[in-house]
């Protein structure tokens, strides 16, 4: 179209900046950014929060040796938008693509906490919360003291609250105006995380929630994490 380099990398670079493209950092190639997502239907912001978010959890699933997913809250529905499964002999297997309850396991636990309190309210009275083993919590109280420690600390944690003999850590993912649009969550055998390694795993899977939420144009100086 006749534009010389210079400003074609001029406006690419305004274009980047303003979300409309990304660049891929592997590859160094320009596509759409979240921002067009932003104003299409769900599936399309799905998608590319999926393509945004896969090198990460490859990543993300050979430093911890766990099950790494990403789920958002679909109406009240908890829907896995990408799944990447451990490589060790003794591992927990999630599917990319399937529906569960609202507050299945740690990343349900952990989106039901960054919910407007009413909307979260809603869920647990009309019965959406299910209990899956005798560790699950469903009794709003405790559920709402458990929402604050999260929201506190920013990141969460479950031992047998969903499948019995599981463990699993989870974090928030934000888009660019800082809300929670998705929680990332490492699942493993309970012997493969005792207690003395949660911190180490926690480290992690805030340092891969803090990179996903960046691509989509989040900035970490708007928030003051509590670790």
Same mark, same amino acid.
């Given at each position: 179209i006749g534009l010389t380099p210079n400003l074609t990398h001029w406006y690419l670079k305004n274009l980047e900046r303003n979300r409309i493209v990304r660049k891929d950092p592997e590859s160094g190639k320009y596509e759409l950014g979240y921002?067009? /997502? !932003?104003? #299409?239907?769900?599936?399309?912001?799905?998608?590319?929060?999926?393509?945004?978010s896969y090198r990460?959890?490859?990543?993300? *699933? !050979?430093? *911890?040796? #766990?099950?790494?997913?990403?789920?958002?809250?679909?109406?009240?529905?908890?829907?896995?938008?990408?799944?990447?499964?451990?490589? %060790? %002999?003794?591992?927990?297997?999630?599917?990319?693509?399937?529906?569960?309850?609202?507050? /299945?396991?740690?990343?349900?636990?952990?989106?039901m906490a960054y919910l407007d309190e009413k909307e979260a309210k809603r869920l647990v009275l009309k019965g959406?919360?299910?209990? /899956? *083993?005798?560790?699950?919590?469903?009794e709003l109280? *405790?559920?709402?003291?458990?929402?604050?420690?999260?929201? %506190?600390?920013?990141?969460?944690?479950?031992?047998? !609250?969903?499948? !019995? #003999?599981?463990?699993?850590?989870?974090?928030?993912?934000?888009?660019?105006?800082g809300k929670v649009c998705a929680g990332l969550g490492a699942t493993f055998p309970a012997i493969s995380l005792p207690?003395?390694?949660v911190a180490e795993v926690v480290k992690e899977v805030v340092k891969a929630g803090d990179e996903i939420s960046r691509q989509l144009g989040w900035k970490p100086a708007q928030m003051n994490r509590k670790r």
């Amino acid at each position: 179209i006749g534009l010389t380099p210079n400003l074609t990398h001029w406006y690419l670079k305004n274009l980047e900046r303003n979300r409309i493209v990304r660049k891929d950092p592997e590859s160094g190639k320009y596509e759409l950014g979240y921002r067009i /997502f !932003e104003l #299409g239907n769900r599936n399309s912001k799905y998608e590319v929060i999926k393509r945004i978010s896969y090198r990460i959890l490859y990543k993300l *699933t !050979e430093q *911890t040796k #766990g099950t790494v997913v990403l789920r958002v809250l679909d109406a009240d529905d908890l829907y896995c938008v990408a799944a990447v499964e451990s490589q %060790s %002999s003794l591992r927990v297997h999630h599917s990319e693509g399937m529906r569960v309850p609202c507050n /299945f396991g740690c990343v349900g636990k952990l989106l039901m906490a960054y919910l407007d309190e009413k909307e979260a309210k809603r869920l647990v009275l009309k019965g959406a919360v299910r209990k /899956f *083993t005798k560790r699950t919590i469903v009794e709003l109280p *405790t559920l709402k003291t458990e929402w604050a420690k999260i929201r %506190s600390r920013g990141w969460a944690y479950s031992s047998g !609250e969903a499948r !019995e #003999g599981a463990r699993a850590i989870a974090v928030p993912v934000r888009e660019a105006s800082g809300k929670v649009c998705a929680g990332l969550g490492a699942t493993f055998p309970a012997i493969s995380l005792p207690k003395s390694k949660v911190a180490e795993v926690v480290k992690e899977v805030v340092k891969a929630g803090d990179e996903i939420s960046r691509q989509l144009g989040w900035k970490p100086a708007q928030m003051n994490r509590k670790r």
